[in-house]
């Protein structure tokens, strides 16, 4: 299910479109989009305006555009990295935003509350 490719090495529109149609054809009611196919459609906007990919393609504007902007649908970063270190005294998690703001948590304490707030 790979897009055609034009001289450039660039994902095509049509090809793309092609792709998006034959999935809508086969499959069933509010089928999550597949992962390849948001790839494919992340892939037109090094030469196509987010707009115009989500017309043309028949898809909701606000989560592609969160896509291109490596946000989730819900405006919570996808990239944040988290590393946990398990010690004999409790825990230590270090978490990084894409801004680069960074938060340790050590110790014996409520990591879940203290990661959403960090995080939102």
């Given amino acids: ?22 999935w809508r054809e086969k499959r069933k009611h509010r089928d999550p989009i597949p ?3 948001w790839e494919a459609a992340l892939s037109l906007t ?6 115009r990919i989500a017309k043309r393609l ?9 896509r291109a902007e490596g946000r989730s649908a819900t ?15 409790g825990v230590t998690i270090e978490m990084t935003r894409p801004t680069g703001e960074r938060m340790t ?12 707030v960090f995080l939102e």
């Fill in 35 to 37: 992962p390849a196919l």
């Fill in 105 to 116: 948590i050590t110790g014996n304490c409520n990591v879940a509350e203290l990661a959403r």
């Fill in 1 to 22: 299910m790979l897009p055609a490719k034009t001289e450039e090495n660039r994902t095509t529109m049509e090809a793309v479109q092609e792709l998006f149609d034959r």
């Fill in 58 to 66: 028949r898809l909701h504007y606000i989560n592609l555009k969160a």
């Fill in 75 to 89: 405006g919570r970063d996808n990239r944040v990295s988290t590393f946990v270190e398990l010690g004999p005294l």
């Fill in 46 to 51: 090094a030469s196509h305006s987010v707009y």
